[in-house]
């Protein structure tokens, strides 16, 4: 939060080579929304994500209130979705704030394949988790393209 307030965060996105994501999580607590939101928009062109929503009421202030370019749905939400339907109330809501605001939707920790196909029937459009596939090295030629100075 610091290195979006002093400045920081702004500099390291006006050096980056590439574009940026600045991750919000629920942990963040902000003391003022309008000095955020203004902090926030000097770090542009850089994406801004709320992680973790629905975790807690936290993260509902921050999509508010940061106006965030992607929701990160947290796992807690996703998990078991395709049998709860107050899982599935909330996701719904969620997806059509989306729509509403154009705020970009992921589902993350989808493990099981019942929660991916529950999730995109409530219009959930990205997902990752164990069910599409584990975490693993990457191909050879990859991972020396995104290593530093990999070209």
Not at 54 to 76: C, N, Q, T
Request: proline content about 7%; aromatic content about 4%.
């Amino acid at each position: 939060p610091t290195a979006i307030l002093d400045g920081t965060a702004a500099a390291v996105v006006r050096a980056a080579s590439r574009p940026l994501v600045l991750e919000i999580t629920e942990q963040l607590g902000v003391e003022s929304y309008p000095i955020a939101r203004k902090a926030i928009l000097q770090c542009r062109p850089a994406r801004v994500s709320v992680d973790d929503a629905g975790a807690g009421f936290a993260s509902l202030r921050h999509i508010i209130e940061l106006e965030p370019d992607m929701v990160k749905l947290d796992m807690g939400l996703v998990h078991n979705v395709d049998a709860d339907p107050a899982r599935q109330a909330i996701v719904a809501g969620l997806v059509h704030f989306a729509e509403l605001t154009g705020t970009q939707l992921i589902a993350e920790g989808v493990e099981r394949c019942e929660e991916g196909d529950a999730l995109a029937a409530l219009g959930v459009r990205l997902a990752q988790g164990y069910c599409y596939g584990r975490p693993g090295p990457l191909p050879g030629g990859l991972a020396r393209v995104l290593t530093p100075g990999g070209g």
